[in-house]
Each structure stands twice: as structure tokens, then as C-alpha cells.
């Protein structure tokens, strides 16, 4: 059986409206077949994203008083509602052919990879179908928002590795009064650095869709 490849990087911090403009470069490119499946791992500045239906009512305060603070406000293509993003939360971009997969199950594999990884800390984390993302307990800790166009993805998933989790106060995450958000960090008590985390997670993630990890946008000579 053919194992197809995910190329994967690090590209450090990167503004939302620059890495939305590369997925649309890179999943045309994908549509096309001329590159293979890719994830992007990233962090943004301050920014709070809303889905494409809606998103504008989870937010505690205008528009403008948020831009003003510092905290920039993009209306994305991405489903689900109101998203923080900021440093120190490890955002992933996944560019994927789904093939004869149904995105309910991609989503759900890629929760199970950090289900797995959180396991290795300890902590008991799940799978919420009703309300999609990765809970410990009460509170997310990683949360996903696609989109689907030709069988190709865009978008995917962020995860709290030492966010400042104040700034959720902005919002109502992803629009749910009666639950909280939570990191990696406040859950371990560890020290952790995002750069420690982004290889293991990119390979387990890999490993959760069945492909073959490579660091790098596009796969290595010969694979």
C-alpha cells in the first residue's frame, strides 16, 4: 500500500491574512497535483477570527475597540464561530486530499493524535463530537475550524500550548457560555515550549491520517 506523504513546517509567527493567502496558493497548487498533501504549523499575533455564518455575537467587545487594543478581528471562510489566536498556541493549517475519506473522520483522527499526545503528560483528554475539539474536562484545549472545497482541506486546528488563556475573555469561545478554555501548560504545571512540541505533534499527526511525515513543503527527492 502506498503511504502518501504530509509535508510539514515551522513557520514561526505569521500574521492570519498571510498564512489564509498561502493555504489558498497552496490548495489550489494541491487541487492540481502538483505539490502533496501539506500542513502548516504556525503561530499568530493576537487575533480573533470569525467563522464564515457567524461569530460576530461571541465577541464581548466592538470590533473597534478590539482593533485598538491591539487584537485583530478577520471574518475567515473556515467553519465554527468565534477563535482566539495568539502566541504561544500552536496553530496547524492542513492542505489534504481527503481521498475516500469524510471530514467528520479526519477531524476526529487528528483529535485522536492529540488525545495521544496528551496522554504522554498524563492527562485525560477527549473527542467532543457534539461540540468539536479536545476537552480536559470542561475546557478546550484544542480547537478545529476547516474548510472544503474540490475534496481539498484549508484551515484545521488550534491548540493551546502556553497561551495567555486572559485574552480568551474577549470572546465567547466558539460560542459557548457554559464551558472554559485551557493549555497545555496550565494542565501540566510543566514549563513547556512550543518548540518542543511541534515535531512530536506534526508526526503523530501524520501518523493519525496514516501518511508519512517530511519537514520541509515539498517531499524529499525520491519519496
Not at 113 to 124: H, I, K, Q, R
Amino acid at each position: 500500500m502506498t503511504t502518501h506523504p504530509l509535508a510539514w513546517d515551522n513557520l514561526g509567527v505569521v500574521p492570519y491574512e498571510e498564512a489564509w493567502t498561502k493555504q489558498k496558493s497552496l490548495r489550489a497548487q494541491r487541487i492540481e497535483g502538483k505539490i502533496p498533501d501539506t500542513m502548516l504549523l504556525l503561530q499568530h499575533p493576537p487575533t480573533i477570527t470569525l467563522g464564515r455564518l457567524r461569530g460576530e455575537k461571541s465577541l464581548r467587545k466592538p470590533i473597534e475597540t478590539l482593533e485598538t487594543e491591539g487584537v485583530h478581528v478577520v471574518r475567515s471562510d473556515r467553519g465554527g464561530d468565534a477563535t482566539l489566536h495568539a502566541p504561544q498556541q500552536l496553530v496547524g493549517y492542513l492542505i489534504v486530499h481527503l481521498r475516500d475519506r469524510k471530514l467528520p473522520q479526519f477531524v476526529e483522527a487528528i483529535a485522536g493524535a492529540f488525545c495521544t499526545y496528551f496522554s504522554s503528560f498524563g492527562l485525560d483528554a477527549y473527542y467532543d463530537h457534539k461540540y468539536p475539539g479536545v476537552w480536559i474536562g470542561n475546557n478546550k484545549i484544542v480547537a478545529f475550524g476547516f474548510h472544503l472545497h474540490q475534496n481539498v482541506t484549508m484551515h484545521g486546528f488550534a491548540c493551546n500550548i502556553d497561551t495567555d488563556l486572559s485574552l480568551f475573555d474577549l470572546i465567547i469561545p466558539c460560542g459557548l457560555n457554559d464551558k472554559g478554555v485551557t493549555s497545555l501548560v496550565k494542565e501540566t504545571q510543566k514549563d513547556i515550549a512550543i518548540e518542543d512540541v511541534v515535531t512530536p505533534i506534526a508526526v503523530s499527526i501524520a501518523d493519525a491520517l496514516g501518511q508519512r511525515p517530511h519537514r520541509g513543503l515539498t517531499p524529499a527527492e525520491g519519496s
